[in-house]
């Protein structure tokens, strides 16, 4: 309190709109009109003060202290403690039930018939060291969420991370896996993709096993001595097809109540097609030591004390799966603190409840953070503050299977969103290390100003500088001192993307991480005996992801105007359109020349005559794309942005009507709704943004200018053309708003 | 024969001097003076025709029957048996013989004393599919060569490479190796630098020990599945100082007959000073295992299905060492067919007969190569043809401790060859593959003419077409399509040494290889079973080695002129002048950006504070030197260069008397040996070559004008000023050289 008046004194100026440039003072630098500003900074530094570390490590204790998956006794529990200390804090609270498809392993068999017989144990044993991990009785046993049925038999071959290259690298070798069981490491994709693309190629079955190079020994010391995967952990998660639609298989676009109108099952095509089964690297090892045919490139080959080959054969397997494919409740815990002036602008805060198994750092290590704010604000609220906007606090359920619980949510109230939605913030994990910050970009400059405000807890300077510190000392160079950290797009892999990428509302990706590596992930060992050995053990990363988060919602609930701006994203759309310009060029150029070197018959020559080698084919040229619409509306977009940055002078603020304000506010909510087409993406219009999506052979992994971008790398060049123009006129309609919203600072309306 | 005609009809002209651009007809294209060009193309073709792969085999099988390392009983019967082949071919043959410093152990024992106790077995055992692995009472132990001997006990530190960049990790790390054991794995360096560095550091005794993911099964298929190391395989080796000097290291400088001038032994700067022996992976896992400290960096990781830590301890090792300081004979077989115009003008040949053990691939490979074309040229000289130069055999003893019976032979007639000698053309194994070429730049084009002539029996297109091939398909930048390949520079590791960085005798280093990787180094493994398995198992190569290797000598014994140019010699060192330019403005700004770093205390923000972490300190800031000097006499060799190649007109070359021949080939001659000074590089006199040495703390590593570039990598910036005039000296006076050259073609002088 004492220093907020200081801050009252010093900073006694409207200071929206100010520059970029790092300000020694805490507090907001923009949105606010003094001394409104000194007032929210005053607030708070009390927000930070209801911040209790003991208490997110008793919450976390426990709502890990069971396996609670989606559908299961504990689930439940979760959801209704959750929504019990909502009440409790003052909340408008609900429970928000859907029926969801969550199939569950009846059946699952994995033998090694030939050369030798080999039984996967498919088991995680309990430890000692770990206190829930023998809850054997409650735990999903591992496996893949929608894998279909199966009972397949095949020689087995090793795709490596069985992405699209990886197939090529096959081709080249003469092996193909039509008829196949394959067996893939995670990583280098999402998990998803590996059955996809597996099945494309005409496989009939597909393994995913944790390599010990990327996730295990490899890593650092295995559990309990260190936090890695050891020999017998398995990483468990969805397989259906996300980057198509994620959510309830079976209720695309539509909340998934009782009573929606569902799919049958066999029609569902996020629904894998070849049966899918994970398994740890002691269950692999015997597998892959079977496999005979060419040596795997010298970048297939992962940590196992082997030779690794790719077969096919002689090593021949098993695969038998079969799923109890029940419809599962999903409850959501909404809890909603009503705006006093604007309530019908919402800022939307989650995190998942739902866990693979105990789920500790995934995703409770988040979920007490979000509590910490919910329960601070409420303190907040009972002393007579009450925010601007409303704000609205989220547990889902079932994100582990496929984001169901948010994206039902979002589905079902797709209308309201549209209208009223203001921003998403998401998280999901959290840990001792750096602040993590991804989303759209019109929010960059506002989160950057929030990471200089936040002071990391083992270095005593601000987040902000201790990840430049690291990016400096990494040589980063998209990093300049003491300018903004650039912040990553999101593509998918938590609850933001039914916000974002569906309903087209701003959002943010916050987490602390990269000082607890760990290998707990999806496994019975992501417990709370491992997080506070090495997850956070005294919790500080909590409470300052919740002091983080909980900025950008007092910021965002109570600014006088919201503190969107334009500058930055048309910046970072620029960099995206001279990637893929580049990006093109260089296709062209590797056509050219693979092309010279074919009819050259080099590659047949550089290949060794003693194995079998199979060169490439040549591929159609690629056209020079008309660029000119893009570039056109980037310089379209860029001068209207650096208008709304000129026009943002405190003056001009100061001088709005609280009715204009309210006004400005509504065209900034729209600007990252225009970003959407209704349409939606070629091939899969549920995700409607044009800017970013993950992508359809990446999963998680953004695409930016996803049209775009995606047509070019798969070589339609008339879909590109039609998807430049597409997204040029996106940015049209973008640039269109950002010019209304500067005709109203202005008063040229 | 028939072949041979068509080629005179085509070519009816004087072809010295033609351009670079590839022509369908072979035979030499620079040097021959027209008919001699056409009857010389006939003379290879005979000299082919007398090629019998089935000797190169019989050859080998009886060469590597026994274990064969200088000083033991067959290692004389190979050298008997080598001379007695060159005499039978009508050579002028004699055993030279030179009395060497050759330890042998007489005591091996390391052991794990704690926190377990292992003792490593430091055997190699025999394996019932290779005939001759079970010769153990011949066999060397597994040791490494003039390390010292000693009885250390310490905490074990595990080094990475061991190189001085390991070094400044651990640094950061807060670990020293003061009074500690290091184990470092083999790679990265030659291995000769490992326990040189360690003693630097203040470590006490070095374990060197080769990784299965660099050498073992990470690689592929272990012996005797696959050509690839097998646990308990141990790479043998020298770790003499030899970037110091190599040859005996009580001899320095001056022959090791029996009665030189040595050295105490005392006294011998080459040996280690601390003791030092290698480890196969089986011995080396329980050391590892047993480390506690740090994680060793994600890059320090090998192939063991361990965590890879650093230490110190709680391993604590004992090793203890000593050997028989013997003197061994060491017998170099010296063959000589006689000039018939140019007799003091010798072209030497080079593949040492000593093995660490059997050697069939090391050395016998090349070995056999060279006896076929000793044979082939043997037949040529009996069927009526001479040589215009003398030719020199030369059969290696003592070149596995460390270039010994190559050096010594050059220190002892060091006044002879650097009068005589026109280039000295080694090999040393070969295998399935590509050509690999490397050496004196003023050969690179006539290399690469021969390289179009020579048939990749594989493929059926040239050798130089097939590495063009191999490097277009890889992408790689510097080779153009129908260009000259740009040949390697030479460091260390084989006998060219004493003849290129110690006398300045122009090189050639030559051998295929690429496709039959392998993990016999140095081991009992590296046998006639392996090599027809894995190495050349029809001896194609063998064969194709021998007329590449013929056609050099061929050409070079009879040219007219020899065939020397300037302008990829010009080129080259072009590039390295830049190279160093660069790699000095880079230093400069990482030690700005370094600074600044440190000034802000960013290491230390970055670090994580729960890990031990010592920030780096400050260095000087790099001065802007001046490399013009080396600009300017650059632009003199340039022009020198051209100017050279421009008088070479056939015209030119075909009014030239004998004498003038004779003159201009001196000239010829001598342009390596003034780009050597008698004063050597800084702190290594017997180093005398100005442009190409083995690196100081990379071993076999080339470093390019190395007075310059390690002086400025050691940050010693007034040396490097020093040594920038030198080397510009140095090429002012080579430039002057071809002057002359030039002078004589142009009758100018």
Redesign the interface.
């Known amino acids: 309190m004492i220093r907020s008046l200081r801050v009252g004194i010093v900073m006694a100026l409207v200071v929206l709109g100010a520059s970029a440039t790092p300000v020694a003072q805490p507090g907001p630098k923009r949105g606010f009109v003094q001394p409104r500003a000194d007032a929210h900074a005053a607030l708070e530094l009390r927000f930070d003060a209801a911040l209790e570390a003991d208490l997110l490590r008793d919450w976390m204790q426990h709502l890990s202290s069971r396996p609670h998956h989606v559908g299961s006794p504990f689930g439940k529990e979760v959801a209704d403690f959750v929504a019990a200390r909502f009440t409790e804090w003052g909340y408008d609270t609900a429970i928000e039930e859907f029926q969801v498809l969550f199939p569950t392993p009846r059946l699952r068999r994995l033998e090694l018939v030939a050369p030798t017989q080999f039984t996967a144990s498919l088991a995680e044993p309990p430890l000692e060291e770990d206190a829930t991990s023998g809850q054997q009785d409650e735990q999903l046993p591992s496996y893949n969420a929608y894998s279909i049925d199966g009972n397949v038999s095949g020689q087995l071959v090793y795709v490596n991370y069985g992405v699209p290259a990886d197939y090529d690298a096959l081709e080249r070798l003469g092996i193909d896996v039509r008829g196949k069981i394959v067996i893939a490491r995670y990583g280098g994709s999402w998990r998803g993709i590996k059955p996809k693309v597996a099945a494309e190629q005409g496989a009939i079955g597909c393994l995913i096993y944790s390599d010990?190079r990327d996730d295990g020994?490899?890593?650092?010391?295995?559990y309990p001595t260190?936090p890695?995967r050891m020999g017998r952990g398995v990483q468990r998660g969805s397989v259906a097809d996300m980057p198509l639609f994620p959510g309830d298989p079976l209720t695309p676009n539509v909340g998934a109540t009782a009573d929606a109108e569902r799919l049958d099952r066999a029609d569902a095509p996020t629904l894998t097609t070849i049966p899918v089964l994970p398994l740890s690297y002691a269950d692999a090892r015997p597998l892959l030591e079977a496999l005979g045919g060419p040596?795997a490139p010298l970048a297939w080959?992962g940590?196992?004390?082997?030779?690794y080959h790719i077969g096919p054969g002689p090593a021949v397997v098993e695969l038998e799966l079969a799923f109890n494919w029940d419809l599962a409740p999903a409850y959501d815990v909404i809890a909603t603190l009503e705006g006093s002036e604007r309530p019908d602008q919402l800022v939307i805060r989650g995190n998942h409840h739902d866990a693979w198994v105990n789920g500790a750092r995934d995703p409770i290590s988040g979920l007490v953070a979000l509590m910490a704010e919910a329960r601070a604000i409420g303190e907040l609220a009972r002393s007579g503050w009450r925010p601007k906007r409303t704000l609205v606090f989220a547990a889902w359920d079932a994100e582990e299977p496929g984001l169901l619980g948010s994206t039902e949510w979002a589905e079902l109230h797709a209308d309201r969103l549209r209208a009223q939605a203001v921003a998403y913030i998401n998280t999901d994990g959290n840990s001792?290390g750096f602040l993590g910050m991804s989303g759209s970009h019109t929010l960059e400059r506002f989160i950057n100003e929030i990471a200089r405000d936040v002071i990391d807890p083992?270095?005593d300077?601000s987040v902000s500088?201790?990840l430049?510190?690291?990016r400096?000392?990494?040589?980063n160079p998209r990093f300049q001192t003491n300018g903004d950290h650039p912040i990553g797009a999101l593509g998918s892999g938590s609850d933001y993307t039914p916000f974002l990428q569906h309903l087209g509302i701003a959002s943010l990706n916050l987490g602390y991480s990269g000082?607890s590596g760990g290998g707990s992930y999806h496994s019975i060992f992501d417990s709370f005996d491992h997080y506070i050995r090495f997850g956070d053990p005294t919790f500080e990363y909590g409470i300052t992801l919740a002091q983080t988060t909980g900025r950008v919602l007092l910021r965002l609930t109570d600014a006088d105007v919201l503190p969107f701006e334009f500058e930055s994203f048309s910046e970072t759309v620029t960099r995206y359109v001279d990637e893929i310009v580049t990006m093109t060029d260089e296709m062209r150029e590797e056509t050219e020349?693979t092309t010279r070197?074919i009819d050259?018959?080099?590659?047949?020559?550089?290949a060794?005559?003693?194995t079998t080698y199979v060169p490439p084919t040549t591929q159609d040229p690629v056209p020079h794309l008309n660029f000119a619409p893009l570039r056109n509306a980037l310089t379209r977009l860029e001068a209207s942005a650096r208008a709304y940055g000129d026009a943002l002078s405190p003056d001009a603020v100061a001088k709005l009507s609280v009715a204009d304000q309210r006004a400005l506010d509504q065209i900034l909510i729209r600007t990252e709704r225009v970003l959407t087409r209704e349409e939606g993406l070629p091939g899969r219009p549920w995700f409607t943004h044009q800017i970013y999506a993950p992508g359809f052979y990446t999963g998680y992994g953004v695409k930016t200018i996803p049209g775009v971008r995606e047509a070019i790398e798969q070589r339609d060049w008339p879909l590109a053309t039609t998807q430049i123009a597409l997204a040029a006129d996106t940015l049209a309609l973008f640039a269109a708003e950002v010019d209304r919203a500067t005709g109203i600072l202005t008063g040229s309306r």
């Open positions: 010990p020994y490899g890593r650092g010391d295995v260190g890695y040596l080959r940590g196992l004390p082997i030779t001792r083992q270095t300077v500088e201790r430049a510190a690291r400096q000392v990494a040589g000082e020349r070197l050259d018959g080099r590659y047949v020559l550089a060794d005559p003693t």
